[in-house]
């Protein structure tokens, strides 16, 4: 299984790690090298690139994920 991810949600500057392991959140704090500088880049025009994710969500509050309403 994937130990981290990294994450970009749209309309949000920046990238994120996710650490499946230790349960954090970060900001990615050195600039993003080789693919990923090309994928960040890419995102910044608008392009959506997603490897390696089979399930992904974004909600405004954790207590929406509860509710179980998703918008398609």
């Known amino acids: ?5 990294v994450i970009g949600v749209a ?3 920046g990238l ?3 650490d ?7 900001p990615l704090s050195q600039p993003p090298v080789g693919e990923l500088a090309t994928a960040a880049a890419l995102r910044q025009q608008g392009a959506t ?5 089979d399930f992904g969500v974004v909600v405004s509050s954790a207590a929406e994920v509860a509710t179980g309403h998703h918008e398609p």
């Open 1 to 5: 299984m994937a130990a981290v991810a």
């Open 11 to 13: 309309g949000e500057t």
């Open 16 to 18: 994120w790690l996710a």
């Open 20 to 26: 499946f392991s230790s349960g954090t959140l970060t």
């Open 49 to 53: 690139v997603i490897k390696g994710v």
